[in-house]
């Protein structure tokens, strides 16, 4: 997870770089780790938010932020079963993210379902 988590680091910078510079106005998420409270298990995780384009690294999980001070914490194969027509593969990009640009309807968030850390 380092090895990954600092390549994809190295990524963001030089896509926030050319974003600027470009004026383009994607937000490149962050590949995050987070570990498990109860033991010593390591997650990744991204953030995606409601009404805001980004480019998702691969990760575990996903939390969704509705923008309503709430924060779904999901497994990511799930939420690509049930959302996956919102995720387009960015195929020039290693490693592999996916542009967002619309956000998992209520009903999605509900089928989807939340998990517990």
């Given at each position: 997870m380092?090895?990954?988590?600092k390549l994809?680091?190295?990524?963001?910078?030089?896509?926030?770089?050319?974003?600027?510079?470009?004026?383009?106005?994607?937000?490149?998420?962050?590949?995050?780790?987070?570990?498990?409270?109860?033991?010593?298990?390591?997650?990744?995780y991204?953030?995606?938010?409601?009404?805001?384009d980004?480019?998702?690294?691969?990760?575990?999980?996903?939390?969704?932020?509705?923008?309503?001070?709430?924060?779904?914490?999901?497994?990511?194969?799930?939420?690509?079963?049930?959302?996956?027509d919102?995720?387009?593969?960015?195929?020039?990009r290693?490693?592999?993210?996916?542009?967002?640009?619309?956000?998992?309807?209520?009903?999605?968030?509900?089928?989807?379902?939340?998990?517990?850390?």
């Open positions: 380092q090895y990954l988590g994809y680091e190295d990524q963001k910078e030089l896509l926030d770089a050319l974003h600027e510079k470009e004026a383009i106005e994607i937000f490149v998420a962050a590949f995050s780790g987070l570990r498990k409270e109860s033991n010593t298990e390591l997650f990744s991204c953030v995606w938010s409601r009404d805001v980004t480019l998702l690294p691969k990760t575990q999980l996903i939390m969704l932020n509705s923008g309503d001070d709430s924060m779904s914490i999901c497994e990511w194969d799930r939420v690509f079963e049930v959302a996956g919102l995720f387009e593969l960015d195929e020039d290693y490693p592999v993210r996916y542009l967002v640009t619309d956000f998992p309807s209520p009903q999605q968030i509900a089928e989807i379902g939340e998990i517990e850390l």
